[in-house]
């Protein structure tokens, strides 16, 4: 006669694990104090951070405009024609194509239709509008058409099938100087000097060829050179022919168009969300306790009696912290922001230089919630880690040693690139998910760095997992 | 007579516990490794010529180091509450402020020791692998400060994280709180863009001040000077330490 017992029988699916783990970490004390001190953290240091930052970017010209100019005067509409058969690939940015320009005075409005080495067939205008045109280099045919004072762009591969690229309004007097020109911005070069790095600019002299100019009306036989620069000389008359050759430096941008380098360049979403590098502290803690107590308190020969299956348990576990984290990360980040984006503007982080943000913004969206992505991660980073080592002090030491101690490294080695290297490999390269400018510090992209921490935090798991498996509890 | 015997037991503690064994293990080799990378590093951008504060760039070792020593200090007190071991050594040694003494000359004890030795090594490192022509040598006295001055760094972070074990008395815990207490004002700084922000930093927050020891170049632009910086770090230590001494003395184990 066998015994059967009147209780009925327990479920032990995955949800009553999650739900196990859940009231786990919820009780445990350490749990509250970590997400409270993250919050906190978090909000105190992004102040501290908003409040020392300040700029003068908005105090400089908004505009540069330094370009070799082969130019005429066109009366009133017109269409210019010209192709670029080559162009020196000087800089990423450098610029050869034609060009109409309310004079040669620097800041005058303009459209003008590009070529450019690393971006492809570009309309761009009155130093704010930027069109893309598609990919494309030289030899290519370009075309401006002025009506009034709408000016339209078009690119052609063959000068008899064009493709438009755009249309916009330029304030143009009856009279525009129509032509030819290139520009080359400089390169920035950064220098380690004692007590951080120093970036200056380094001229870069570019080059095209152009054959084919035509402008209808036709005008006049003589075209003349000038230097278009605030405190540019007199220029020269040029014989213009097929093949010739413009060579010239600088750059005809502002704020708005990707090439401009004036003003300021810092990354005022990372200043708004800066107090993560001290928050993410209280996360690996969290993390790491989650782990470590289950084998401090020898809890976890408990845990597996009830739900064998080592493996499934600790993949809850990471679901409960992960969705934790999740939700106080974005609190504390959206938080941040908010808080610090008042500060910032009396500091003089205002449009031009700056424009206002919001969270609606794309980029910053991706910057906000990527920050709590990046938490969550980490925390289950820890959790693994945590795991694996059993101990919390050997763990936090770990994780500190990995996650926070490398900044610092990196700022004390005198060769950048291998500071570069420390934060693409360490799981810090995450928080590259709130870059928003791209700085000559930049080391990895955003969605790469979050990728770096999410390979970290999958591997941790896996060998967690294997080692819960194989280990005796 | 009864401190001895007490440091003697602290010692014994520290000796047969297998942790204090890794951490002086991994002071000492990140310590020197470290250094003596950045060492390396430095030859190579150091083309033609530079100016380097190679006595500060071989001790560079000192921001993981540091860690190990906030480990070994941290874990000398928390591990007793962890292990519920604090009752039997206060009942066989009922003068709390004598334990606590007894540890802390334990503690520094051998951190100061392994710390001698991470400074030998990262001289030796920064002789071998700094670039030609820059000799190093402990005849200098800013030089001599430096490396001497890295092994009190040393035992005053040691101090500083046993005052702190002492008033949290939960390993983890203790451990965010110093790595925090250290690792902000340096984080901070790389943020903000405000020079007074950085001088304030530099002169009153423990790492950055007390790190300011190691410099011998441009002693007249820092914003504090050496020893200064190590007396600002030790106010921390010394604060730590009374606090602990007091919830130590007067709280139950």
């Keep these: 006669m066998s015994y059967q017992s009147t209780v009925p029988a327990g479920r032990d699916g995955f949800a009553q694990v999650l739900r196990a783990e859940w009231t786990k970490f919820r009780s445990l004390r350490s749990t509250a104090i970590c997400v409270v001190l993250m919050i906190g953290l978090t909000l105190l240091l992004t102040l501290l951070t908003a409040a020392g930052s300040g700029t003068d970017a908005n105090d400089g010209p908004h505009y540069t405009d330094h370009f070799e100019f082969v130019h005429q005067p066109m009366a009133g509409d017109g269409v210019l024609v010209a192709r670029v058969s080559a162009q020196a690939n000087s800089q990423g940015w450098a610029k050869a194509g034609i060009i109409i320009k309310d004079g040669t005075t620097a800041g005058s409005p303009y459209a003008a239709a590009m070529l450019t080495p690393a971006h492809g067939v570009r309309m761009e205008g009155n130093f704010s509008t930027g069109i893309p045109g598609g990919d494309g280099g030289a030899p290519r045919w370009l075309k401006l058409t002025r009506t009034?004072?709408?000016?339209?762009?078009?690119?052609?591969?063959?000068?008899?099938?064009?493709t438009p690229i755009g249309t916009m309004t330029v304030r143009l007097g009856n009279v525009a100087q129509v032509g030819l020109f290139v520009a080359s911005p400089a390169n920035t070069v950064v220098t380690k000097v004692a007590g951080g790095s120093q970036s200056r600019d380094v001229p870069t002299n570019g080059s095209a060829t152009f054959d084919s100019v035509s402008v209808q009306p036709a005008g006049a036989a003589e075209w003349r050179q000038d230097l278009v620069d605030p405190d540019a000389t007199a220029g020269t008359t040029v014989q213009l022919r097929d093949g010739i050759t413009v060579q010239g430096s600088g750059d005809m941008s502002g704020y708005g168009l990707p090439s401009f380098h004036g003003g300021g360049n810092d990354d005022i979403v990372i200043n708004s969300l800066a107090g993560v590098q001290i928050g993410l502290l209280a996360v690996i803690a969290l993390g790491v306790f989650f782990a470590s107590s289950e084998f401090k308190t020898g809890l976890v020969r408990t845990t597996f009696a009830a739900s064998p299956r080592r493996g499934r348990v600790f993949v809850a576990k990471a679901i409960v912290l992960a969705g934790t984290v999740f939700v106080a990360g974005l609190v504390a980040s959206v938080a941040s922001f908010l808080l610090a984006q008042p500060r910032?503007?009396?500091?003089?982080?205002?449009?031009?230089?700056?424009?206002?943000?919001?969270?609606t913004d794309a980029p910053v969206a991706r910057a906000v919630i990527g920050t709590a992505l990046f938490l969550a991660v980490l925390a289950v980073l820890s959790l693994g880690v945590g795991t694996i080592l059993r101990r919390s002090a050997r763990s936090i030491m770990l994780m500190v040693g990995i996650v926070l101690a490398p900044q610092l490294i990196g700022e004390a080695i005198p060769n950048i690139d291998v500071g570069k290297w420390i934060a693409r490999l360490t799981p810090v390269a995450g928080l590259a998910i709130q870059q928003t400018r791209a700085r000559f510090d930049t080391a990895i992209a955003p969605w790469p760095g979050f990728a770096v921490v999410c390979a970290y935090a999958v591997l941790a798991m896996v060998a967690a997992v294997w080692l819960v498996r194989k280990r005796d509890a | 007579m009864m401190l001895v015997r007490l440091v003697r037991m602290e010692i014994t503690k520290l000796r047969t516990v297998e942790s204090t064994l890794w951490t002086v293990g991994a002071l000492i080799g990140l310590g020197v490794g470290l250094g003596?990378?950045?060492?390396?590093?430095?030859?190579?951008?150091?083309?033609?010529?530079?100016?380097?504060?190679?006595?500060?760039?071989?001790?560079?070792g000192v921001y993981l180091g540091q860690l190990a020593v906030v480990a070994v200090a941290v874990l000398a007190i928390t591990v007793e509450y962890d292990t519920a071991m604090i009752r039997t050594t206060l009942a066989a040694a009922p003068r709390r402020l004598s334990v606590l003494s007894a540890k802390a000359l334990a503690v520094v004890a051998v951190v100061l020791v392994a710390g001698l030795v991470v400074v030998l090594g990262s001289f030796l490192a920064g002789r071998w692998l700094g670039p030609d022509g820059l000799p190093l040598s402990l005849t200098d006295a800013p030089t001599r400060r430096a490396y001497l001055g890295t092994v009190l760094y040393y035992g005053l972070i040691a101090l500083l994280s046993l005052g702190i074990g002492a008033i949290v008395r939960h390993t983890g815990g203790a451990l965010t709180?110093?790595?925090a207490l250290l690792y902000i004002a340096p984080i901070i700084a790389q943020l903000v863009n405000s020079p007074r922000w950085h001088r304030w930093l530099e002169r009153y927050s423990p790492m950055p001040a007390g790190l300011s020891i190691q410099a011998t170049k441009h002693l007249e632009a820092m914003p504090i000077s050496p020893w200064r910086g190590l007396f600002v770090l030790s106010v921390y230590a010394a604060a730590a330490l009374l606090l602990g001494a007091v919830v130590f003395r007067w709280r139950d184990a």
């Design chain 1, 148 to 162: 009034g004072q709408t000016v339209t762009a078009a690119q052609s591969a063959n000068g008899a099938n064009w």
């Design chain 1, 344 to 359: 910032l503007h009396d500091n003089g982080y205002v449009p031009p230089a700056y424009p206002y943000l919001s969270l």
């Design chain 2, 36 to 60: 003596a990378f950045v060492l390396w590093n430095l030859a190579a951008v150091c083309e033609p010529a530079c100016d380097p504060d190679l006595p500060r760039l071989s001790l560079a």
């Design chain 2, 177 to 179: 709180v110093i790595i």
